[in-house]
């Protein structure tokens, strides 16, 4: 995610580096942070600290004025569009098309097939699942996630103000 009104980073953080910062002894920093945490059957993204209003406005490079100030990159469950380009999460027309790369979908419905007929189909997995990476790998990658105690963060945790004497 990404700040645009402050041009800063927002960073992702697990529920222990929440915690720490909701109730640790300090509390601010230079940068924002959010955490993505269900919330009645559906998962809602929250920020800390809440930006106000004034903090959500942006100025395009144009010079129009916009209200959103935080940009990110998602995942959708809506795989297919229809052909007014309304996306939908399933194929109601044949008309519809798959978001989804063609060849991956017809890699998969190889093995798939064959699977259903009792045919050997190992090969036709592999090169899916090799394909597959391939597509993953362009996509963009994930941060290293540490398996160890120590509190390795991105960016120092340095307050804007009021830390000189």
């Not at 645009?4 to 222990?16: G, I, L």
């Not at 194929?91 to 097939?113: G, I």
Request: hydrophobic letters at 35%; proline letters at 4%.
């Amino acid at each position: 995610m990404w700040d645009r009104v402050e041009a800063r980073p927002v960073d992702h953080v697990n529920p222990q580096v929440w915690a720490d910062f909701k109730g640790g002894l300090v509390k601010t920093a230079v940068y924002k942070r959010y955490r993505v945490k269900a919330n009645e059957g559906s998962k809602e993204i929250f920020i800390d600290p809440t930006p106000t209003l004034t903090q959500c406005e942006y100025e395009n490079r144009d010079g129009t004025q916009v209200r959103v100030g935080l940009a990110y990159d998602y995942l959708s469950s809506y795989l297919a569009v229809t052909s007014a380009g309304v996306a939908q999460t399933t194929f109601t027309a044949d008309t519809d098309t798959l978001l989804l790369e063609d060849e991956l979908f017809e890699l998969d419905l190889a093995w798939r097939w064959l699977n259903s007929l009792g045919r050997d189909y190992g090969e036709e997995q592999r090169e899916y699942k090799r394909a597959l990476g391939w597509h993953k790998s362009q996509d963009g990658g994930l941060s290293n996630i540490s398996m160890d105690a120590r509190r390795a963060w991105r960016w120092p945790n340095i307050p804007e103000s009021g830390v000189g004497l």
